[in-house]
């Protein structure tokens, strides 16, 4: 199984909203709603955010939304916050295996 | 609320087996729960190495299968990685994690740096 693919890096000013996809294929984020994006600070462990495409968990702001279409699935920071600053990554369920993306540092200028 | 915690050998010999444990508190693994194993080379992204169910099955990367294998302690309440023959290519923070069987991790321990060299 090869990694979901996201883009290297993303940014955006305090208040303005940032969108990172991930993409895969019908074997995966096409084929399940099975997928969860997780933000990783240095040196941290990662923390999930979103989680069946589009549900928070308890505790998550929600200026953090997810989305689906297809092949591709996307995680939206709205009003961008200096604390949003780290590394996201998308997983999605593959029929009994799980699959990560490659990873997006988001930098709040 | 549960808490998770990897223990095990921060270096291992190429070839030989890396050996982790993850001890649960606040949770009984015996409970409707996946508990997985995922880990992260220095300044890379995150690799998915498997999953154990609480009856014992297990789910494994496809590109680890020959090399991995996962068990259950329920006594001890505490899951276990071994990885056969590494290499450097191994070397990585290796975290475990709960999955609420949706494939998302929802608790996390802080991951434990295990570097493959002689």
């Known amino acids: ?109 | 609320q549960v808490q998770l915690q990897e223990s095990g050998p921060g270096l291992v010999k190429p070839s030989e087996t890396l050996s982790l444990t993850c001890t649960v508190s606040g949770y009984s693994i015996s409970n409707n729960y996946y508990w997985g194993w995922i880990r992260q080379p220095p300044g890379k992204g995150l690799e998915w190495i498997g999953n154990i169910f609480q009856t014992g099955n297990t789910y494994y990367n496809p590109s680890l299968k020959s090399r991995v294998s996962m068990s259950l302690d329920t006594s001890k309440n505490q899951f276990s990685l071994k990885l056969s023959s590494v290499t450097a290519a191994d070397t990585a923070v290796y975290y475990c994690a709960r999955d609420g069987s949706t494939s998302a991790f929802d608790s996390w321990g802080q991951g434990t740096l295990v570097t493959v060299s002689s």
């Not at chain 1, 294929?25 to 979103?50: E, N």
Request: proline share 6%; net charge neutral.
């Open chain 1, 1 to 109: 199984q090869s990694a979901l693919t996201q883009p290297p890096s993303a940014s955006g000013s305090p208040g303005q909203s940032v969108t990172i996809s991930c993409t895969g294929t019908s074997s995966d984020v096409g084929g399940y709603r099975y997928v969860s994006w997780y933000q990783q600070h240095p040196g941290k462990a990662p923390k999930l955010m979103i989680y069946e495409v589009n549900k928070r968990p308890s505790g998550v702001p929600d200026r953090f939304s997810g989305s689906k279409s297809g092949n591709t699935a996307s995680l939206t920071v709205s009003g961008l916050q200096a604390e949003d600053e780290a590394d996201y990554y998308c997983s999605s369920y593959a029929g009994s295996n799980n699959v990560f993306g490659t990873g997006t540092k988001v930098t709040v200028l």
